[in-house]
């Protein structure tokens, strides 16, 4: 027997990266227990107070206030709360095809400070529309919170690269400066040069300039704009600075190129 428990309904639109299937909370009574069972999507509870415990393939785990126990799919659990200090949880259930913080391949996750997302729940709950686009926003911010407590010292080469060259993607029409990428990063410039080369195969700089010319390329080939405009939509200041790094590149110069392309789709 449990009292208070709150599921509320959702709509499954089937969203790619991250669909939630249910969310709500429940305070338990003594020994209330759930299981064994399996689900067929991540079932995340957040343990606002008291205690229980959990048990999965890797074990049994002692579980109390500020933890999150993980349910993966097609996992067998069992979980009951506590004879004489029964727990009160929240959960958070989703299907997701994006990679997940890394933590979440744990069984239990201390997360005190996760705890205003899992709470938030009451405030929404009652909402008629709107509460997938809000589940979702706040399982990226969870996940947010569980990348910042899963840093990696390892894999943090990776994350900076990562990290840059999105800024590449994303910035290669302004101004960019390397060192101020390496600055954003929190990182030296020398450092960011050598480990960005050392994954990617070429250095930053050379990154970028592969990047806007590319693009170049395909603004002329594929969409047919004019090479005076193309050259500052990729964030040349320069058409002869620009022209002269297109023909390095290309081997022929923007309006060769063009003409190269009308030719060959013509």
Known sequence: MSYDVRDFMIKNNNYKDINPLCAGWQECTPGHFFGPTSRTYYLLHYVACGRGVFENREGRFDVSQGQIFVIKPDEITFYQADASEPWTYYWIGFECNIQMPSILQQ?????????????????????????????CSKIYELFSILDKNSTNTENQPLDYILRAKNYIESNYVNDIKIEQIAKYLNIDRSYFTNIFKKHIGVSPQEYLVDYRLNKAAQLISVYGYKPSGVCFAVGYKDAVNFSRMFKRRFGVSPSQYAKGTVRKNG
């Open 107 to 135: 069984s239990v996750i201390n997360s005190q400070n996760c705890e205003h997302i899992f709470t938030s729940l009451r405030s929404f709950s009652a909402l008629e529309y709107g509460k997938e686009n809000l589940l």
